[in-house]
């Protein structure tokens, strides 16, 4: 508890999904957390919620694939608290495009633009927000950084661009007491799962986890409350001498190298959660 007492944070991609998840525990750990995202229902509900309970947390509209919202949401900001002590640059999206040469390259443009691009224009117009009192900045990337997947090139290139980016930052900003970190999220059931392969309830959606499960060494897909611990240990001064790293939270999946094997142990396919 109070882990992140005193201590303002921005979250970008609040209003779902592992962003979501972040904004309950940094509120639980005591921070004022400010919200930013596209959605501004869902991201309110939350705040609503939280702030019945004591939390201060406020939300933004904000796209961070467009720079004049960037700018705009860092003024107010300013204006607001002056100074913030946590960025987590989590606002994401992923879509099937089929192979590069098929790609469509308004699809490889969004990607960029939301996955990459948002990540650089939060960093640059909140980093000077941060400069006089150091901080922690927690880049999402994916295992989709480190290695690749089918049909999805634009988020192979959007999520290695933020690994490598987070290390840049890293050495940036390392003298004035600013940590950056990037987070890599193995499979994890939250609505871009959802929009990727389908709910649950959906043949394909179905097929999807259960692959999913299969290949992943502890057995199930991971939940949102588990990456969100990842980044409260990124922010908090328990991380206080880690800068430049890439923690991977995938149950297991980058540290193999023959996935074959499990899809047809018919044993180890019966050890899924
Ligand atoms: P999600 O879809 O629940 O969350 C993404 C959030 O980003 C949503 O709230 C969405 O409204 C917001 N967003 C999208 N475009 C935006 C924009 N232009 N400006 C501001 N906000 C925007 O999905 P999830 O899974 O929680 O994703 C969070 C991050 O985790 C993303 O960066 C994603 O790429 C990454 N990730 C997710 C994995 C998974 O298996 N769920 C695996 C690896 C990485």
Aim: glycine content about 10%; proline content about 3%.
């Amino acid at each position: 508890m109070n882990r992140l007492q005193n201590k303002t944070s921005v979250i970008t991609g609040a209003a779902t999904g592992i962003g979501k998840a972040t904004v309950e525990l940094f509120a639980k750990e005591g921070a004022t957390v400010l919200c930013a995202d596209i959605n501004t229902e869902e991201m309110e509900k939350t705040a609503n919620e939280l702030n019945k309970n004591g939390g201060n947390v406020k939300s933004y509209h904000v796209d961070v694939s467009d720079e004049e919202s960037v700018t705009n949401f860092a003024n107010q900001v300013k204006e607001e608290f002056g100074t913030i002590d946590v960025l987590f640059n989590n606002a994401g999206t992923d879509q099937e495009g089929g192979k590069v040469h098929e790609y469509p390259v308004e699809l490889f443009d969004k990607i960029i633009a939301v996955d990459l691009r948002g990540t650089f224009l939060s960093s640059k117009y909140l980093i000077p927000l941060m400069l006089d009192n150091g901080g922690s900045i927690i880049n999402t990337s994916s295992m989709s950084g480190r290695a690749a997947d089918l049909d999805r090139s634009g988020y192979n290139a959007a999520k290695g661009g933020i690994t490598n980016f987070t290390k840049a930052m890293a050495i940036d900003y390392a003298r004035q007491g600013i940590r950056v970190n990037s987070l890599s999220p193995g499979t994890i059931e939250t609505p871009l799962i959802d929009k990727l392969a389908g709910s649950k309830d959906e043949e394909m959606g179905h097929k999807f986890r259960d692959a999913n499960k299969w290949i992943t060494p502890l057995g199930r897909l991971g939940r949102p409350d588990e990456m969100a611990k990842v980044a409260l240990f990124l922010a908090s001064d328990d991380s206080s001498y880690v800068t430049g790293e890439d923690i991977t939270a995938d149950g297991g999946i980058m540290a193999y190298t023959w996935p074959g094997k499990m899809l047809i142990d018919n044993e180890w396919k019966e050890d899924t959660e």
